[in-house]
């Protein structure tokens, strides 16, 4: 089989998979599964401008919190219907990375890092300071309203599993699509040699903005989704914290890999799940985790994989 | 000779700090041709054709490409007009195929049409002898093999002006003498700007050469008004009357 049906097999195997084991797990575990599947969808927001283009923000919590508070003050306050909301925060996030990657492109390596990290302690300060429609740190419940679709609840758990199934699934399939489009490539590209990539006569600065809009949208839209099926909006979204995860997942699970978003969340999410089972210290026990993967798989997991078995992984 | 000029400068010069590594250098460029810029380490020569390529800001001076001044246009918008260029360090993309490096670089103008640009790259490996290496990971190629990629990858854009800096240097002879088949085969159609310290090289392929010292033209012409001329000897080719 060539590489590119192999990478069908893989992506359709995996959405297959996803799709049958909410018939099979007990309800805790697919619960855990629905976040698990809204995260990685940030993970591959996150990871198509770090494992892509190879460039490290460490403020896309700013991103996930524009869709998450786009889509949620929208619903309660404005009273936007469901699909409108989605897609406005999805804009707002969009708008957003334009503005923030416009500027924080100026600069390149740590400067990036640092532009990038102010500017979501910028946007979480906002979320702060608005405190009387945000309800800050409390944060707020997404009205009722705003979690139907077409008659479909989506606050059940078949409706949150399967709307998580979908919208995971839809920008899965465009991702690994994305890569394969001369537009992925010349992300690839700059990632391997930016340098090179312009004196090739690619305007490299134009896709730097591109692969920056379209990873905060990606991220915003995750954030949304995480609202609509949560139906929690709050402040700790736009933290630090969540401008690091994603690059641990991503780490974890192998950048510039289709799958690997997914792998890290889940493997992370799981992780913390078991070792808290055994142990209060189970931070610990995830840290050291971490620590020994990172050194003996500095590719991530499915980086990993594609060294060694399969290099034919997306 | 006057032959139909594609490039020329005035005045191109850049100063590093104090050091002016280029000054006011008044160049032209023979249409077709194979022209040399040679010169000792540290002359410029790097400096200069990176002035053309954009790559490097100009301190002051023009650029004149088909006679139109591209002094002000970004190094992406100078390779849009039909220039490629080849880096004296080796600089390909490291992590991917030898088919994703050349086809990287046909790309910008095929990616459209997936089946010219699947045969353009196609076409390319076979002229430079990559073809059996297609799928290896470009890190993996022994130093001479990343040097022909970095070739081919210009070759794939049919430039107007293919720009080579140094490209001979950690050839093997087989290699350099087939380097030297392909850029005769390529003069006519494409203009070739080669910097290159193999005089061998130099005498056996450049139809037009200039020398650059401390910064500066010391000389231009034919190899043989160049081979003649008592200041490049003195300077350069070591065997100068007075050396
Ligand atoms: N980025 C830079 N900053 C400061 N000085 C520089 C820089 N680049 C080049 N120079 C200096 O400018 C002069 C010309 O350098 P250049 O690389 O153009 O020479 P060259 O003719 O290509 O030499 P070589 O044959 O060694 O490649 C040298 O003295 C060099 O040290
Ligand atoms: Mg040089």
């Not at chain 2, 360090?89 to 997936?114: C, E, Q």
Request: with cysteine; net charge neutral.
């Amino acid at each position: 089989m060539t590489a590119h049906g192999k990478s069908w097999v893989l992506h359709g195997g995996v959405l297959a998979l996803l799709f049958a084991l909410f018939f099979v797990l007990p309800t805790y575990h697919s619960g855990q599964l629905s976040r698990i599947m809204v995260l990685a969808i940030y993970a591959m927001g996150f990871n198509i401008l770090f494992g892509y283009t190879g460039l490290l923000s460490l403020g896309h919590a700013m991103f996930f919190a524009a869709g998450m508070y786009g889509f949620g003050l929208t619903v309660n306050l404005a009273g936007f219907p469901m699909p409108v909301a989605f897609l406005f925060a999805i804009l707002v996030a969009a708008a957003l990375a334009l503005v923030a990657g416009g500027l924080a492109l100026r600069t390149a390596g740590v400067s990036f890092m640092i532009v990038t990290l102010m500017f979501a302690q910028a946007a979480y300060l906002v979320v702060l300071y608005f405190g009387e429609y945000t309800r800050g740190d409390e944060g707020f419940v997404v009205a009722r309203e705003g979690r139907m679709i077409a008659g479909i609840d989506l606050s059940t758990d078949a409706g949150r599993y399967f709307c998580a199934w979908v919208l995971f699934g839809v920008c899965f399939l465009a991702l690994a699509k994305l890569i394969k489009l001369p537009f992925g490539k010349r992300l690839i590209a700059i990632r391997e040699n930016e340098e090179r990539a312009r004196m090739l006569g690619y305007d490299t600065s134009r896709y730097k903005l591109m692969a920056f809009v379209t990873s905060g949208a990606v991220s915003g839209m995750a954030g949304a989704t995480y609202g609509l099926l949560f139906g929690y909006v709050g402040a700790s979204f736009a933290a630090v914290p969540y401008s690091i995860f994603p690059l641990l997942w991503v780490l974890l699970g192998g950048a510039g890999t289709t799958i690997g978003p997914l792998i890290g969340v889940f493997f992370m999410f799981y992780l913390i799940d078991i070792s808290s089972g055994y142990t209060n210290a189970y931070m610990l026990i995830a840290g050291l985790v971490l620590v020994l993967l990172t050194l003996f798989a500095p590719q991530g997991l499915a980086g990993s994989l594609r060294q060694k078995v399969m290099p034919w992984l997306p | 000779m006057a032959a139909v000029s594609i490039l020329e400068t005035k005045g191109l010069t850049k100063i590093y700090g104090g050091l002016a590594a280029n000054e006011d250098v008044d160049f032209v460029l023979a249409r077709g041709k194979i022209t040399a810029l040679i010169g000792p380490n540290g002359a410029g020569k790097s400096t200069f054709v990176g002035m053309l390529s954009g790559r490097i800001e100009a301190t002051r001076g023009q650029v004149f490409f088909e006679g139109r001044d591209i002094s002000h246009l970004p190094a992406h918008k100078r390779i849009q007009l039909g220039l490629a260029y080849t880096f004296q360090i080796t600089s390909v993309f490291p992590g991917l195929s030898v088919y994703d490096n050349v086809g990287l670089a046909a790309g910008r103008l095929l990616a459209g049409k997936p089946n010219l640009h699947a045969a353009k790259a196609a076409e390319v490996l076979a002229r430079v002898g990559l073809t059996d290496r297609a799928d290896q990971i470009a890190s993996d190629l022994s130093y001479g093999h990343q040097r022909v990629l970095e070739i081919a990858m210009g070759l794939a854009q049919d430039p107007k002006l293919f720009i080579l800096d140094e490209p001979t240097q950690g050839l093997a002879e087989s290699e350099i003498a087939d380097f030297m088949a392909l850029i005769q085969g390529l003069a006519g159609d494409t203009t070739i700007l080669l910097i290159e310290h193999n005089m061998r090289v130099v005498m056996e392929v450049a139809d037009y050469i200039t020398v650059l010292d401390g910064g500066r033209t010391l000389a231009s012409g034919t190899p043989e008004e160049v081979r003649a001329n008592a200041a490049v000897q003195a300077a350069y080719l070591g065997t100068g009357v007075d050396a």
